[in-house]
Structure formats: structure tokens, C-alpha cells
């Protein structure tokens, strides 16, 4: 068995420590106070080992070590205190306020010496990070970057009120980049479908399921007013950004579905508000009105029933996203946003050009 005795350090006390208590922990053989030292990253310290009282030694005993301090009546009296308290219900500050008031870097002096022993466990509470936390967290950055890039964002400089009259073909354009993502809704949407985390959250998620059927029928019916029908479209290649937010969505879904239904509220909330614009540009410029009707029963119907505390709803039911998990969904939300500003510049620098509103497959 190995005994280990610390030196005493009584010549060594600092001045300004004046409490009973402190002097006689300093005088048991406790380290010099070091005031450069970093604070002990333990937060709720709890002894675990053997404290037992011979003569004049206080000893503590763990798996074959001891560790013997020289006491006296009051020393001992204090140091067992101390040693009480140290049960894990008490975090360092509360050690500090109680026994070291004057000088609580006594108190990280004696549970760093404990900790580099292997004498201490930390029983800290476990910080829960609800799902509902963790979404609001990540809509208050959502809505901070879609605010910064709206000014910056082409397709709606061109559809600004403001703005001179845009070309007819962007509008056009919206209305077909539109049909390619919601056409192929199933490719993100399907791999969700199977959530294993919550039965309350594929009930939520088979009724946004639900109500986005049928969203590119009518969109289809508007371009068929156009001219455009429904082999011609068949035929045709989105742009590579209306693809590229097919593909990230898809990606998420199969390898991280609750980032994936992060962005639900999101997707719903802001095509919504979006296509309310679009609708009252394509009616101050009075196109086609077989054009507008279908877009008109879109936004009325589908996209308003669609939209709402989707995401929250399903958060909701979600019990905790550590931290690690929170700051990954932070970086891929700054991926989601890039790619969702890519889809509208996109649109509107393309087809503010095209010489042919539909990218035929055979052509490219």
C-alpha cells in the first residue's frame, strides 16, 4: 500500500487569507495557492473515495493509494466539513460562498489537487438542448441570412414593384423552375417517410406529405395556357441550381432527417410569401388569365395550407440536439440558404436572356 503525505506549507500561507478555514486548510499540506493557475473545469465535485480520521491525520483511501493529511482539532473539523460537502450537490461556487468567501481560489486550489489525485468525479446536471431550442436557434439565423440575401438576390430586383417592368419570360421562367422542384418532391420527401424517432412526427410529416400533392399539376396547367405541355416539359433539364436544391434535399433527408425537417417551416413559409409576390407581378402585368388562375388556386389553396409551424410542430416531439448536433445543423444552414438564393438568381439571370424558355434535353 502507498501513503503519500503531503509537505506542510504553514510558511507558505498568504496574508490576506484570514479565515479560520482557509488557514487551516492551507496549514494541512494543500498546494500553495497559485493565482495564475486556470480555474478547475469540474462544476459539481464529488469525493470518491474513503475518508477515515486517525489521530492527528486526516486520510483519504482509493483503490490500494492514500493520501494522509496532518490535522489538528479545528483543522480537522474543517477539513471534514469541506469534504461533506463535496457530495456532488453542490457546484465550486457554492463550496467558495460558504467556506471561502474572501478567497475562493482556495477552494479551486483544493479540487485541482483532488482532480489531478483522481479523487474527484464531476456530477454535473446534463444540459438538455430541447428540439424546440435548437429549431429557434436555427430560424432566428434562417430569417437573418434570407434578410440579407433578398436585396442581393436578381430575380427579385427584377419583380420589384419598384423596378421597371420585367421580362415576361422570367415570370415564365419562376412558373417552369417551380414545376421541375415540386415534380420531384418525391426524391426529398419519400426517404423521411420512414422516421423512426417519433410516431408523432411521421404523422406530422405524412400531412405535409399530403398537402404538397398536386402542387405541380397546377402548375403544369398554367404552362400548358402558354404553350408548354406536359411532354415538352417531360423533355426538358431544370437549371443546375433548381437540381442542386433537389439534390441537397434529398442528401438530408436520407443522412439527416432532422436537419432536413429544420428547413420544412422554412421552405413552406417562404415559398409562400414568395409566390404572393410572384402572383402580384404576373397580375399588375395582366398575363395570360389561364395563366394566372391555376398559380391563383396555388397560393390560395396548397401553398396556404402547406404553410405554418410546420417545423415547430415536429420539434416539438423531438426531447434533446446536443450541442455538437446544433452547431452542424448551424453550418449546413448557411449551405441550405446559399443554395436557396442560388435557385432564385438563377432564374432570373437565365431566363432574363433565354432565347428559349425550355432547356431541352436533346439541345444540351
Not at 9 to 26: A, G
Not at 270 to 292: C, V
Not at 347 to 356: E, K, L, M, T
Request: glycine share 4%; hydrophobic share 40%.
Amino acid at each position: 500500500m502507498s501513503k503519500y503525505t503531503k509537505p506542510n506549507t504553514k510558511e507558505n500561507i498568504p496574508s490576506n487569507i484570514s479565515s479560520t478555514l482557509e488557514t487551516e486548510l492551507l496549514e494541512l499540506g494543500v498546494e500553495e495557492i497559485d493565482m495564475d493557475r486556470q480555474c478547475p473545469t469540474m462544476l459539481f465535485p464529488r469525493l470518491i473515495c474513503k475518508i477515515n480520521i486517525y489521530q492527528d491525520r486526516i486520510i483519504l483511501s482509493q483503490d490500494g493509494r492514500e493520501f494522509s493529511f496532518p490535522v489538528n482539532a479545528q483543522s480537522g473539523k474543517a477539513l471534514q466539513k469541506l469534504f461533506s460537502m463535496m457530495n456532488g450537490t453542490r457546484s465550486i461556487g457554492e463550496l467558495q460562498r460558504i467556506c471561502t468567501p474572501d478567497n475562493p481560489e482556495t477552494i479551486n486550489s483544493i479540487v485541482r489537487d483532488l482532480d489531478n489525485w483522481g479523487l474527484l468525479d464531476d456530477v454535473a446536471p446534463l444540459q438538455i438542448d430541447s428540439g424546440i431550442e435548437a429549431l429557434l436557434e436555427l430560424e432566428e439565423l434562417t430569417s437573418e441570412l434570407l434578410d440579407q440575401s433578398v436585396e442581393k438576390n436578381l430575380f427579385w430586383q427584377l419583380i420589384n414593384p419598384t423596378a421597371p417592368k420585367p421580362p415576361i419570360q422570367v415570370l415564365y421562367g419562376f412558373a417552369i423552375e417551380y414545376y421541375h422542384f415540386f415534380s420531384r418532391r418525391c426524391c426529398f420527401q419519400s426517404p423521411i417517410l420512414s422516421f423512426s424517432a417519433s410516431a408523432q412526427v411521421r404523422q406530422s410529416i405524412d400531412e405535409v406529405y399530403s398537402q404538397a400533392y398536386g402542387q405541380d399539376l397546377l402548375l403544369m396547367e398554367a404552362l400548358n395556357a402558354i404553350g408548354i405541355s406536359r411532354e415538352e416539359l417531360t423533355n426538358t433539364m431544370p437549371l443546375p441550381e433548381t437540381m442542386a436544391m433537389c439534390n441537397g434535399l434529398g442528401f438530408w433527408a436520407s443522412y439527416e432527417p432532422i436537419f432536413y425537417l429544420s428547413t420544412l417551416g422554412v421552405l413552406s413559409d417562404s415559398m409562400f410569401k414568395n409566390f404572393e409576390l410572384y402572383l402580384a407581378a404576373i397580375e399588375w402585368l395582366e398575363l395570360e388569365p389561364d395563366f394566372i388562375e391555376p398559380i391563383r388556386k396555388l397560393v390560395n389553396t396548397k401553398l396556404k395550407n402547406e404553410r405554418g409551424n410546420l417545423s415547430r410542430a415536429i420539434f416539438q416531439e423531438i426531447p434533446h440536439i446536443d450541442r455538437e448536433t446544433r452547431q452542424r445543423f448551424r453550418q449546413q444552414t448557411y449551405l441550405f440558404l446559399e443554395m436557396y438564393h442560388n435557385f432564385y438568381t438563377a432564374i432570373g439571370r437565365y431566363y432574363s436572356s433565354a432565347s428559349n424558355l425550355l432547356r431541352r434535353v436533346a439541345v444540351i
